[in-house]
């Protein structure tokens, strides 16, 4: 069974702190998104990666970088926490310009106090 | 450029109503469409998808067509249950890119 996980269902954090999101993927694909999604705006991309330590900014990138040091593996990095990142994080995948299907995680609900 | 325009939300069905939630479409050449569904507290999964003109994605009970001449992508049940309360979304992927666009979300409350 194909996969994407996430590193954590739930995480509370403070103002200030710096935070990982992790998500590690099993499929050998080339591209890996990290998405937030809120009540009302549905999915908003952060930052994608179509290769390692290769990335593109989203709609949404302020506030986030991003690492991908494996193929695999592809971080998310809230630089100094604030209450307004507090949403759902969803990691995704997929192979490179084709007509793939995205696979999601189960996704990382971030609360920052 | 591209964008996905899904009906507004939320939807309430009685068990065994006929169900279509609306999805069109803005894109520059021939996209793959997609609809996802996410089940309270988890990822979105792939429900069904098609990725030429005139396709029909199907599971689960779940149809849609990719209607190229109406740029639209509907997504319909003949009998929904309780257990497809969730959140639908219709997706769409440039066949020359890599990225995927979303639309907001429909949320779906099927009551028995």
């Known amino acids: 069974d194909v996969k994407v996980t996430q590193s954590s269902r739930y995480l509370v954090k403070r103002t200030g702190e710096k935070v990982f999101l992790e998500c590690v993927q099993d499929?050998?694909?080339?591209?890996m998104f990290w998405y937030r999604q809120d009540p009302g705006l549905g999915l908003r991309l952060i930052y994608f990666?179509?290769?390692?330590?290769?990335?593109e900014k989203g709609d949404i990138p302020e506030g986030y970088s991003v690492s991908r040091e494996k193929k695999e593996r592809f971080s998310l990095i809230l630089e100094s926490a604030s209450t307004n990142q507090t949403s759902m994080y969803l990691c995704?995948?997929?192979?490179?310009?084709?007509?793939?299907?995205?696979?999601f995680g189960q996704g990382t609900r971030l609360t920052v106090v | 450029g591209n964008s996905v325009t899904q009906m507004e939300g939320p939807v309430t069905l009685s068990e065994e109503a006929f169900l279509t939630i609306n999805c069109t479409y803005t894109?520059?050449?021939?996209?793959?469409l997609f609809w996802y569904v996410q089940y309270p507290g988890e990822g979105l999964q792939l429900l069904l998808k098609?990725?030429?003109?005139?396709d029909k994605g199907s599971n689960k009970g779940f149809e849609a067509t990719y209607r190229k001449e109406t740029t639209s992508f509907h997504l319909e049940k003949g009998s929904v249950q309780v257990s497809d309360s969730a959140v639908y979304f219709c997706?769409?992927?440039?066949?020359?890119?890599?990225?995927?666009?979303f639309g907001t979300g429909t949320s779906l409350t099927v009551i028995p």
């Open positions: 995704a995948s997929s192979y490179v310009g084709g007509r793939g299907e995205a696979f």
């Open positions: 894109a520059t050449g021939y996209p793959s």
């Open positions: 499929m050998d694909h080339e591209n």
């Open positions: 098609a990725t030429k003109a005139d």
């Open positions: 997706a769409l992927l440039r066949n020359t890119g890599n990225q995927f666009y």
């Open positions: 990666s179509y290769d390692v330590k290769m990335k």
